[in-house]
């Protein structure tokens, strides 16, 4: 079995499709969390989930039998603050849902923007809302975006998602975006960080060869690809992935880190 090529100080693990699928957890994800712990590797929780606390992800990952506390997991949001509160004098207009509201609630004071946050919106948007971002963005505010997927599924089918919200203010504002979900760099220095490392002192492990693997390779981090997940349905659609290792599960990761 391959082995990651150095040992580092820091596992980002996504969650979905890697610990965790169709509301029960990979099998062994348990135990590669405890070796890990074990271990004194940081661990940070990847996901792309912006419509939701932190700590409401984390209730759902502790009832299934995962040991992922809330201030561990690492979001869109949590990147978004964490870059904004490095601007001391940032003011936010929040196109995001009443859910993560509070989150941003200290950015969000009186004056003109200067940075206009784009998450799920959809229990909030309005005309009135787009038409007060635009010229926000307009006049300079700069456009972030939590992530940008065009479309998400529930059992009744397809939805838009966040990303068309995104691209109606680029159009009409003639800007892009900053993206702070995976894959942007943004979002794997920002994990990094958080857990006490440089990207290149991690290893970035999950099942989208697309997000967590070529983000993990955009910012220097060693990367592990599992075969649960997206994998089978990206090996279908010929989504070919560049990780420096691959491993069926999870639970071989322990064994490859040398744990």
Known sequence: M??????????LLDVEGTLYADSQPIAGASQAIAALRASGTAIRFLTNIESRPATEIS????IAGLDVPACELFTPL???TTLLAQHGDAVVLPLVSAGVRD????L???????HVLVGDCRD????????????????GAELLALQRGRYFLRPDGEHIDTGAVVAALEYAAGVQARVLGKPSRDFFELAAQSAGATPSECVVVGDDATTDIDGGIAVGAATVQVRTGKHQRQVAENIESRADTTIESIADLPAIMGL
């Open 2 to 11: 391959d082995t990651v090529p150095t040992r580092p100080r820091a596992a």
């Open 59 to 62: 209730q759902e990952l502790q």
């Open 78 to 80: 949590t990147a978004a």
């Open 103 to 106: 989150s941003l609630d200290p």
């Open 108 to 114: 969000t004071t009186d004056g003109p923007p200067t």
């Open 124 to 139: 909030i948007l309005s005309y009135d809302l787009l038409d007060e971002a635009f010229p926000a963005v307009r006049d």
